[in-house]
C-alpha cells in the first residue's frame, strides 16, 4: 500500500499557474508509475498526466499537453504537476495516483485537491 497525500489546489485566474504536490508516504512511492487525474461533479475521473518512475516516460491527455508539466523528486518522494496557462475547463479536483509497472491500473489514490480557476 501507498499512501498519497495532495496540497497546491487553489483559486487562479485564467492564463494563471498553479503548482500541484503530492507526498508518498511510502519508500515504493519512488519506484513505481505515478499521475495526476482530475474530476467534476457528476463526471468520469479523467487521466491528466502520468510519468515512469525514473522520468523516462511522461504523458499528457490532449487538454493539457503544452500546458502542464509532470515530474518527480524520488528522493523526496515527491510528484508534482505545474500547470501553466490555466483555463475555466481546468476546474477539478485533481488526484495523484500511483500504479507498480506490471498493473493495469493506477492502484493508490490521494484524497483530492481542488483546483478552480476564473474567467
Known amino acids: 500500500q501507498v499512501q498519497l497525500v495532495e496540497s497546491g489546489g487553489g483559486l487562479v485566474q485564467a492564463g494563471g499557474s498553479l503548482r500541484l504536490s503530492c507526498k508518498g508516504r511510502e519508500r515504493a512511492f519512488s519506484t513505481i508509475t505515478a499521475g495526476w487525474f482530475r474530476q467534476t461533479p457528476g463526471s468520469q475521473r479523467e487521466f491528466v498526466a502520468g510519468i515512469s518512475w525514473n522520468s523516462a516516460r511522461k504523458d499528457y491527455s490532449d487538454s493539457v499537453k503544452d500546458r502542464f508539466t509532470i515530474s518527480r523528486d524520488n528522493a523526496e518522494n515527491m510528484l508534482y504537476l505545474q500547470m501553466n496557462n490555466l483555463k475555466p475547463e481546468d476546474t477539478a479536483l485533481y488526484y495523484c495516483?500511483?500504479?507498480?509497472?506490471?498493473?493495469?491500473?493506477?492502484?493508490?489514490w490521494g484524497r483530492g485537491t481542488q483546483v478552480t480557476v476564473s474567467s
Open positions: 495516483a500511483a500504479k507498480r509497472g506490471f498493473s493495469p491500473n493506477y492502484e493508490y
